[in-house]
Structures are given as structure tokens and as C-alpha cells.
């Protein structure tokens, strides 16, 4: 039998251990985030020198500039702990970092969540209307809302098998 002191979840690891493990993980998602949102931040930050840039309205441009600083800073929440980890390192600091950095990674994932719906309302907006940008920004909006919300809160609330 194991020397190693048995945590949370049937694990035996250390708390250095499951802190390396939970760092692992949480960098594997904010991959994904950090990909996703760059493409998207990139793909707005080409718009203004777009032909039909000038055709838009005000308050189009007004949303516009709402989604790029919403996407910068996504991508500066999901960056952010690489540079705290860096700043860190080898400090024996990993279990604060991780929480942290957890914290950081929902809130990136909020903004993600809102440049998404802010996406959906801007491009239906000006491709077809402002009703259509309404009604494609609110399905967007449940579609994050019951997927990275509502979903995995009733996971974690049902027993596991």
C-alpha cells in the first residue's frame, strides 16, 4: 500500500502532486480558450480594413469596438496565468497559482461567452438586421449559457458513478 497521503477523489498524491495535475489540466483548457479567442480577436482586428467598414452604422462600430476590447481581454485573462506562473516559478507557490489561475480561466471564459454572443448580434446585425443579430445573439446566448454553464453545474450536482 502507498505511503502517499490519499486526497480528494481516491487519488493518492501529494498536495505538490495534485496541484502539478490540476496546473496540467487547466492549461490544457486555456489552450483551447486562448486558440479560440486569438482566432476570433484576429479575425475582428481585420474588419476596419474591410471595403464595407465604412458602411456601417455608429452603433455598429460601437458594437464592433465593444467585441475587440472584449477579446483582448479574453486573450489577456487566459494569458495571464502563464505570466503569473512565470513570475512564480519555483517559488513553491503552485497551489496558490492554481487558484489563481482558476479564477482567472472563469472569467475568461464569461468574456469569452459574451464576445461570442456580441459575434453572433454584430455579424447577423449587419449581414441581415438588427432583429436577426437580436435573435441570433439570444440563441447564442443560451447555447453558452446552457453549455459551459448549466450543464456542468448538473454534472457536478449528480452523484458519480
Not at 490519499?6 to 495535475?21: K, T
Not at 486569438?38 to 458602411?55: A, K, N, S, V, Y
Not at 459551459?148 to 449528480?158: D, E, M, S, T
Request: net charge positive; charged share 20%; proline share 4%.
Amino acid at each position: 500500500m502507498s505511503t502517499e497521503p490519499q486526497s480528494e477523489g481516491g487519488r493518492h498524491e501529494s498536495a505538490e502532486q495534485r496541484a502539478d495535475r490540476n496546473w496540467d489540466e487547466l492549461m490544457q483548457e486555456l489552450r483551447v480558450t486562448q486558440t479560440g479567442t486569438q482566432i476570433l480577436t484576429g479575425f475582428l482586428l481585420t474588419l476596419p480594413f474591410q471595403q464595407r467598414f465604412t458602411e456601417l452604422r455608429s452603433d455598429q462600430v460601437t458594437v464592433y469596438l465593444c467585441l475587440v476590447v472584449l477579446g483582448l481581454a479574453t486573450t489577456a485573462l487566459a494569458v495571464a496565468p502563464v505570466s503569473i506562473h512565470r513570475m512564480l516559478f519555483q517559488r513553491r507557490r503552485k497551489p496558490q497559482i492554481v487558484r489563481l489561475a482558476n479564477r482567472l480561466a472563469k472569467v475568461a471564459l464569461a468574456t469569452l461567452a459574451a464576445l461570442v454572443v456580441g459575434i453572433a448580434l454584430f455579424v447577423f446585425d449587419v449581414v441581415i438586421g438588427r432583429s436577426a443579430g437580436v435573435i441570433a445573439a439570444l440563441v447564442a446566448l443560451v447555447l453558452a449559457g446552457v453549455l459551459w454553464a448549466a450543464l456542468p453545474l448538473w454534472v457536478r450536482g449528480r452523484p458519480s458513478r
